[in-house]
């Protein structure tokens, strides 16, 4: 028997639950169900990656098809901070409700209006919605709010620290005075409680996430890396590794174009998601990255916010957040609902008093690694516990990989038939003029390096850098991440 049962769930959910292989609820699941299934305010600290969605929009689904409702109008509303939250939160909640008589959609912006202004004039029952788009829909006369009976804010802390909270009080303010509020959030921060007090009625509070329990889950790496070589390094990990899938954070939507761009001339098909990107191509790339078409997805902080990506196995931070819980979020998109997973930070020295303050949130130390591989000159085999650090499953095939200095993987030729996987998403650069240039920022100071293919050997008259030089020197601003 299907254990949401136990929670009090109708059969069409539970129905639906099955259909999607849900078969046991996770802790916020099992503590968020039944009080909003009794009609209770909800205050909860839950992780992206704990369930929650299921935990509010299963019993909301439940009171609303088991009601008549008293006018025709929108039920249940849910504001997210980003539009991929919204659309994922919305596919969500259709799934859930697929053998219910209920109708659903989702409002964002950056895209047309006008289809869903159609959308709403056919009849809504739930109503994911981004602030800012529903208040336009609000001034044209699109839809109103009287008849509302649940309000939902999902990452309620993400949206106070992208100043929502003006938005998120005129759209309260044209709710019914009598409703039902959940509020969810990664913590219980003075400015949510602040926001929690003026909003909800005596809620029943859960907590089961407390802000180290998704790192918990996930095997966590750090590595202290030059910004110049930080490229070169994610290329690196990902190639030697084997990973077939893997989810890049990046802080600035520039870096993240010039990540992609250099990970394309070396063969990985890669693409970035972020702000500057129309939102068909956001969805576009995610399904192309859902599908094994992309193996490596660079994303910045907000654009990755509510992304829900099945067995994602690896996590890399390019750089550190500025804000600590948001490493939280970042390494719990693998790792998700309780599955295992891994990660990868790349910090240089300028960046270490974030690593502080990520370690004080943790409540424990994340003690830099020596880098795989990373012995200038040097090769060496490949021991087990190396390759095992890595990912590397197939042990048979460990003995017989060398350790190799990253200059001399840039410099070595490429193999026959090597990778020139391409992403329809954006065009890719070739090795003679934009490409040499975006070669170039991967190196140190922006110096160009020696394209691939030419035996490792530097042009007639370069000088190789002497071992350390990079560290010796001061270090000049570079482009990666300071845009």
Do not use: C
């Amino acid at each position: 028997m299907n254990a949401f049962t136990s929670l009090g769930l109708s059969g069409p959910l539970v129905e639906a639950l099955n259909d999607q292989g849900y078969q046991t609820p996770t802790p916020v699941q099992r503590k968020a169900i039944p009080p909003i299934l009794r009609g209770r305010d909800l205050l909860a600290a839950a992780q992206t990656g704990t369930g929650k969605t299921a935990g509010f929009a299963l019993p909301i689904l439940q009171r609303l098809a088991e009601t008549t409702p008293a006018r025709a109008g929108v039920r249940a509303l849910v504001l997210a901070p980003t539009r991929e939250l919204a659309a994922q939160v919305a596919e969500r909640v259709a799934a859930y409700g697929n053998h219910l008589s209920l109708r659903s959609t989702v409002v964002y912006g950056g895209v047309d209006m006008a289809p869903q202004v159609a959308q709403l004039q056919q009849g809504v029952d739930i109503l994911v919605a981004t602030p800012g788009r529903l208040l336009d829909l609000l001034h044209k006369g699109a839809l109103t709010l009287e008849s509302v009976e649940t309000l939902v804010l999902d990452e309620a802390d993400r949206m106070l620290d992208l100043g929502f909270i003006d938005a998120v009080q005129r759209i309260i303010a044209q709710l019914p005075a009598r409703r039902q509020n959940l509020l969810f959030s990664a913590t219980f921060a003075p400015a949510v409680m602040e926001l929690a007090n003026g909003l909800l009625v005596d809620p029943v509070r859960v907590e089961v996430s407390p802000a180290n329990s998704a790192a918990e889950l996930v095997q966590q790496s750090v590595y202290e890396v030059d910004w110049e070589d930080k490229p070169d390094t994610v290329r690196y990990l990902i190639e030697e590794g084997r990973w077939s899938r893997a989810l890049v954070f990046i802080r600035t939507k520039k870096s993240a174009d010039d990540l992609v761009d250099y990970l394309r001339q070396e063969g990985i098909a890669a693409a970035a998601i972020h702000s500057n990107k129309s939102q068909i191509l956001r969805t576009r790339t995610l399904d192309a990255f859902k599908r094994g078409e992309v193996q490596v997805l660079v994303a910045t902080d907000i654009a990755a916010r509510g992304l829900d990506i099945a067995e994602l196995p690896l996590v890399i931070n390019y750089d550190l957040p500025r804000v600590a819980q948001d490493y939280v979020h970042r390494i719990g998109r693998s790792g998700r609902a309780g599955a295992e997973g891994r990660a990868m930070t790349l910090f240089s020295r300028s960046e270490r008093k974030w690593l502080e303050g990520i370690e004080q949130l943790l409540k424990r130390p994340l003690s830099p690694e020596p880098l795989p591989f990373y012995e200038d000159g040097v090769e060496q085999p490949l021991d087990l516990s190396t390759a095992s650090h890595l990912g590397m499953a197939d042990s048979g095939a460990i003995k017989t990989v060398v350790k190799k200095s990253f200059k001399q993987k840039r410099n070595a030729p490429r193999k026959p038939g090597a990778a020139t996987a391409r992403v329809a998403t954006r065009k890719p650069r070739t090795a003679s003029g934009a490409g040499r240039k975006a070669a170039a920022k991967a190196s140190p100071g922006g110096a160009a390096k020696p394209a691939r293919g030419s035996g490792g050997k530097a042009a007639s008259g370069a000088k190789a850098e002497p071992k350390g030089g990079s560290r010796a020197k001061k270090l000049r601003p570079s482009p990666w991440g300071h845009s």
